[in-house]
């Protein structure tokens, strides 16, 4: 299946360069591009992509107006913040208004892949930096105020694994740990990334900061 891309941003290079990058994939295709948010809800509308790639300081309408109104007229439509704003208020206000994913534009080539093929397929996904930055306010004793959480529905063996994921240890670590084989790990982290719609380490390890489970004993 090719994911079909609009690219938004205000910068006319930028927006050239991630098409050529992204263009050169056999399952990745640029359908758009816009330069404000006007054009960004137009190329919607008319275009139906898979996935859009929103920088959030776009001329006429930011975007995080932008995020509010697509979740109305496109739900279908995954959204990947890509930015130089990397505050946790800008990461948590993103993610709050619907954006699925959030990235530096100092993020490697590898990690655009990654985040627009896990974004793409359903997942949420954080750059490692920005994943590291909330381990950082985490251990610094800094928590976001009123995260939204999903963490209720996971049974309480899927919460220590996401706990001892998120404190960096393996399957092989977690199921040593726990008394449990390496397989039942794997189902339970399976498990979690279903119910979260978060995949991947950085992803995972975000989230168990933002809602607070690295403090649970």
């Given amino acids: 299946m090719t994911l079909r891309i609009l690219l938004a941003d205000d910068h ?41 790639i929103l920088d959030l300081s776009m001329p ?67 750059c490692s930096a920005v994943a590291s930055q909330l381990v950082d306010s985490f251990v610094a004793g800094e928590r976001p105020a009123n995260p939204t959480t999903k963490a209720d529905g996971l049974s309480a063996r899927e919460r220590e694994v996401l706990k001892l994921v998120a404190e960096g240890f393996t399957s092989k670590a977690i199921g040593e740990l726990l008394c449990i084989s390496e397989k039942t790990v794997e189902k339970h982290r399976a498990n979690m990334t279903r119910k979260l719609g978060v995949s991947g380490v950085p992803a995972l390890t975000a989230y168990a900061i933002a809602n607070g489970l690295l403090a649970e004993t």
């Fill in 60 to 126: 006429r309408m930011d975007g995080l107006t932008v995020l509010q109104k697509i979740k109305h007229i496109a739900p279908d439509t995954r959204t990947l913040v890509m930015t130089f704003h990397k505050t946790e208020a800008h990461i948590f206000q993103a993610l709050a208004e619907g954006a699925d994913g959030y990235m530096l534009k100092d993020s490697s080539t590898a990690e655009l892949l990654l985040a627009v093929r896990s974004v793409g397929a359903g997942a949420r996904h954080l």
């Fill in 12 to 52: 006319r290079i930028l927006r050239e360069g991630l098409a050529a990058i992204l263009g050169a994939e056999p399952d990745l295709e640029v359908v758009g591009q816009a330069a404000d948010g006007f054009e960004v809800v137009a190329g919607i509308r008319e275009l139906a992509p898979d996935v859009l």
